[in-house]
């Protein structure tokens, strides 16, 4: 049974996402405020949960603070964010605190249940084998490229002698472009194999989780060699630089 925890301090909301989230077979906590929920995920007296749905106004501290303090704290269990701030602006803060997905209200419940099960196939598919686009060096759930090397269980890249924690939602996106190595990747299809969205949406969370990998993965962010942009189209991932090549 996948275990839940649910942060919202509407009572009326809270008790109703209980009872259909159990109706649906979860097992699920309640809490009403941000301390609680990180005494929860990131306390000495921590517990393991599969999916946490985060409200984001929330008394005292917000749950944009929350998932960036489990962040911090190396908790990585995926998050969705429940938001009544709906604006670009407001949902890029929601991804830039290491959120995997988010949602608005009022929303409806089968939309909500939809995204959690998309975040539980997400975590299952980040733990399948790597496609064989090139032998991985270590094991079969990683991936070396020059200095670097993505850990897909551990949800780490390794660069040189650091090492950077992902999340759930940045590691499928850098997964996903590396099963598809030297092949052009569409923002409509990444949308769809990724987010589960239309390719449609009007969203630039790609384009963002992109800049944010760079960061990373880029020894100069500005002149990417490995997260190409494919213009018209997407992006690309180069294993071995044009110039490094035979």
């Not at 975040?119 to 200095?147: H, I, N, Y």
């Amino acid at each position: 049974m996948k275990r839940i925890l649910v942060v919202e301090d509407e009572q009326h909301l809270a008790e109703g996402l209980r009872f259909n989230l159990e109706q649906e077979g979860y097992e699920v906590q309640v809490v009403d405020n941000g301390e609680s929920a990180l005494a929860l995920l990131v306390g000495a007296a921590r517990v393991s949960y599969d999916i946490v749905v985060l409200d984001v106004m929330l008394p005292g501290i917000s749950g944009f603070e929350v998932v960036s303090e489990m962040r911090r704290e190396g908790q990585y269990v995926p998050t969705l964010i429940l938001t009544a701030r709906g604006h670009s602006q407001d949902v890029l803060q929601g991804f830039e605190s290491g959120a995997d997905d988010y949602l608005t209200k009022p929303f409806e419940l089968e939309i909500l249940i939809a995204r959690i099960r998309g975040l539980l196939r997400r975590g299952e598919w980040l733990r399948r084998s790597l496609p064989k686009v090139q032998p991985p060096a270590e094991t079969e759930d990683s991936f070396t490229f020059g200095e670097k090397s993505v850990y897909f269980d551990l949800l780490e890249l390794r660069v040189r002698d650091q090492i950077f924690p992902l999340t759930l939602m940045e590691m499928n996106v850098l997964r996903y472009l590396i099963s598809r190595a030297g092949k052009p990747v569409s923002r409509g299809e990444m949308l769809e194999e990724v987010w589960g969205l239309r390719e449609d949406t009007d969203t630039r969370a790609l384009d963002n989780f992109i800049v944010r990998l760079r960061k990373y993965i880029e020894d100069d962010p500005g002149k990417p060699r490995h997260l190409l942009a494919v213009r018209g189209v997407g992006y690309r991932f180069v294993a071995v630089p044009p110039e490094q090549t035979s």
